[in-house]
């Protein structure tokens, strides 16, 4: 399956789509966001530009995406206001935003919320026009633009942006690792979709290395694209320790496997079907990271800090849903997977999939929390 060309977020609004249900990774970035905040103030006092370039790589579609631009935007514009107290230079700061994301995102979404955002962040776009109303009394013009492509490669010239943002994309690997097919294709993890107990040692090995080549090539393509100094911030699922099964973010994909091997025993899928479905993800450890960072050389690492998103079901009804966590963690993961699924598997089954897959992910609770884990890594490039 070519991943770059199949693999998408659910587009639009409606009840499938990754922009309703996508509250998980919110609250995650809600629980961090200071930290992105501290990066751009101390990279924006630090060199004062007039102009920046950002970059939000992996961006998606839904809220989250404006959300996590509308942060970046107010701290350069918090910055630039502390900047004046000591320098009373005033400049209105223009800002070009780069959204990135495989060319089939529904970046089309974005841009038609795009208009309506502006007005309500008091931000200047080539669409509107904002006079310096309430707080933001230089208000900052802001222009957007879609960069369809993989970021495991080059995405922009060399030397051009100031600050990089990615959330929840960095553990997507380009690809499921080849190495985990035998010599005449056949997946050695049969009946199972990532590592899991039952897998051959080869299977995390595989997975491994090719966490190890991706993250070194994002480094090294970022590397030439931020200028002497910039900033990059990365979230992404992790596991803590060397274990890969002993995570939540694994045993999420175990039930999965669980959800796919019951409609197999209901004569819904075929069996080799399903040994052929492998997930291109990897959930790196701490020291994964900070080992690739640093052979990487490029970059000086500000921050790594591991953190749990909740499963507390207070917050979700909190919201006013009555959806249990099952049932938000299986629509979440739905709206990530579904393109993949339809793909290898056809249509019929995705309903059915993941109606068992919430009530499997219930069961599981009801014995102990479910705490994914996640990273959070800020660095600097190096002078
Ligand atoms: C779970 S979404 C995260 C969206 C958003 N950043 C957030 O925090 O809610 C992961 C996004 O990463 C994108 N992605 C995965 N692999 C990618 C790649 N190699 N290049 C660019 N985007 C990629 C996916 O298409 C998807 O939109």
Not at 27 to 46: G, P
Not at 60 to 68: A, D, E, Q, R
Not at 144 to 161: E, K, N, Q
Not at 249 to 266: D, G, P, T, Y
Request: hydrophobic share 35%.
């Amino acid at each position: 399956m070519d991943i770059e060309k199949v693999f998408h977020m659910v587009g639009g609004n409606g009840e499938t789509s990754y922009a309703a249900n996508s509250s998980l990774q919110k609250r995650a970035l809600d629980m961090v966001k200071h930290i992105a905040t501290e990066s751009i103030v101390d990279l924006y006092l630090a060199t004062t530009p007039q102009k920046m370039a950002i970059a939000d790589l992996g961006c998606s579609s839904g809220p989250n995406t404006l959300s996590v631009i509308g942060d970046i935007i107010d701290a350069i514009d918090r910055a630039r206001r502390r900047n004046f107290m000591v320098t009373t230079t005033n400049r209105t700061t223009e800002i070009q935003v780069f959204l990135n994301d495989l060319p089939s995102n529904d970046f089309n979404s974005i841009f038609l919320a795009w208009p309506d955002f502006c007005k309500e962040k008091l931000i200047s776009s080539g669409s509107s026009k904002c006079n310096g109303r309430n707080d933001r009394s230089h208000p900052p013009f802001v222009s957007i633009a879609g960069v369809p492509g993989s970021f495991y490669g080059r995405l922009f010239p060399s030397d051009t942006l100031h600050f990089i943002h990615s959330s929840f994309s960095l553990h997507w690997l380009s690809r499921v690792p080849p190495a985990i097919y035998d010599q005449e294709g056949k997946s050695i993890n049969k009946g199972k979709i990532y590592i899991s107990e039952a897998s051959p040692p080869l299977v995390s090995e595989a997975y491994l290395m090719q966490f190890q080549e991706d993250f070194s090539l994002f480094l090294r393509s970022r590397s030439l694209e931020l200028k002497s100094g910039g900033r990059m911030v990365l979230t992404l699922l992790g596991r803590t320790g060397p274990h890969h099964t002993h995570s939540a973010n694994s045993l999420l994909w175990e039930l999965l496997s669980r959800s796919f091997a019951i409609l197999v025993s209901q004569g819904d899928i075929d069996e080799e079907k399903l040994n052929s479905y492998e997930i291109h993800f990897y959930a790196p450890s701490k020291e994964e990271i900070d080992d690739e960072v640093r052979k990487e050389g490029s970059f000086a690492i500000d921050r790594l800090e591991l953190f749990e998103i909740e499963s507390n079901m207070n917050k979700s009804k909190s919201n006013g849903s009555t959806a249990t966590y099952g049932t938000t963690v299986a629509t979440s993961v739905r709206a990530i997977q579904e393109s993949l699924i339809r793909h290898h598997f056809g249509e019929h089954i995705v309903d059915d999939l993941f109606g068992i897959y919430g009530k499997l992910i219930d069961e599981e609770t009801a014995k102990g929390e479910i705490r994914p884990i996640s990273f959070i890594v800020a660095l600097r490039k190096k002078v």
